[in-house]
């Protein structure tokens, strides 16, 4: 008999935690608060409309192919994947932006707004494609416990091409000066991260996942996703337990040695895993004295985006409704400000919609469309109630019915919003964060938050708020690396 591993949270970071430990031959139990795995993909079904709750960007498709086949399995024995054309679209104040999928004909449209800008793109992809490769492959599977990891010849060799002491704000600047051009180029690391003067320009490796490895969709929704890791979690062998709210960890001697939930059940234990929030196990499930790090520290962390969301269904179609919508038709700089340097609710705010019923009928009812609104706010503000939610759904709506001719309101079936008070409520979210940390520089590696308690000898992080950060593939190798680390540190009886 293996030795016992509890996994708290079934996220995809906990998700691929319990599939590698069983794998490696630990008896797995996997306690989640709600009555599905999926963590803030979670999804829900109304009147008709299919839901996915958080996640909707399928970026990075090798990370996918490379967890499945860590198991001698291919992501289409769980999920089919459609690749988007156009990737998505981009509302300007007074124009369109549709971003092909097919490389040469972006190129097209970056000569058509800046003369040379497709030659410079291949330039820009050529660094990125190398950043994508070596930061992939040797900064991202470290568990950030010694400087001794990142060891590397290639590494070493290649520092200053990973650009990690300049800012991709001036990196993006020296390739293209069209601000569209730009503004596009920045887009996911102002939504996903940080200011992009504040984000090392090792991050433009994220321009060459979306321009060259593309903008998918799983048949059937995000969801998909985590139904295949599910499947194939219990597959290897790993326990689910679904309604079962963490209440505390007990640690003796050093060590943890049980989980106890709000129901009374108690789970033992010879190594721990927190794939739930950081901050809550830190300071809701641990006793003071066991806690790896301060308020005062936990403060000082510079977060991620926030964000308010809303779930429409619509009994119309919208038409010539991409997959994807980024609308960048108000002041970018402003929006930006209002997220990271001065915290308010954002005065006129960049949002993005997601229609999947756009690709995937099943996900709407005939003749209607499911709709995800997505606007980024700061993390941790005041004010979350329904007056504000009802404001800026008025606020997008009027955008949207300004771009498009169809004014959602007088189509509405179904509609839920979801925001800060949510996040706090449903995962225990600090400050109500939904993607984590910031991507800085001091928060990058050995300088997030440890994936290894320092006080509790067998209790291991993974997520968004430890190593490698924030996003869908990041959490799907955090669980792998906090796998490998446990079972090197913890072997087997």
Known sequence: MGKKAIVIGSGFAGLSAASFLAKAGWEVDVLEKHDQPGGRCRHFKKEGFSFDMGPSWYWMPDVFDRFFGCFGKKVLDYY????LDPSYRIYWEQSQMDVPSDYASLKKMFDQLEPGAGEQLDAFMAEAEYKYRVGVNKLVFK??????????????????????FNNIKSHIGKFFKHPQLRQMMEFPV????????????????MNYADVKL?????RGGMYKIVEGMHKLAVEQGAQFHFNQNVSS?????????KVITEAGKEYNADVVIGGADYHFIETKLLEKQYRSYSDDYWEKRVMAPGCLIYYVGINTKIPDLPHHSLFFDVDFNEHAAEIYTHPDWPKSPLFYLSATSVTDPTQAPEGSENLFFLIPIAAGLDGDDASIREHYFNLLSDRLHQRTGVDIRNHVVYKRSYSYTDFVDDYNAFKGN???LANTLMQTAILKPSCKSKKVKNLYYTGQLTVPGPGVPPSLISGEVVAKLVDKENGKR
């Open 434 to 436: 939904a993607y984590g």
């Open 80 to 83: 089919d994947l459609i690749r």
């Open 143 to 164: 568990p950030g416990q010694s400087l001794l990891e990142f060891v590397d010849k290639e590494l070493i060799a290649g520092l200053f091409r990973l650009d990690v």
């Open 190 to 205: 102002l939504f996903l991260g940080a200011l992009p003067e504040n984000t090392p320009a090792l991050y433009s490796l």
């Open 249 to 257: 960890i007990i640690v003796e001697n050093g060590m943890a040695t």
């Open 214 to 218: 593309g903008t998918w969709f799983p």
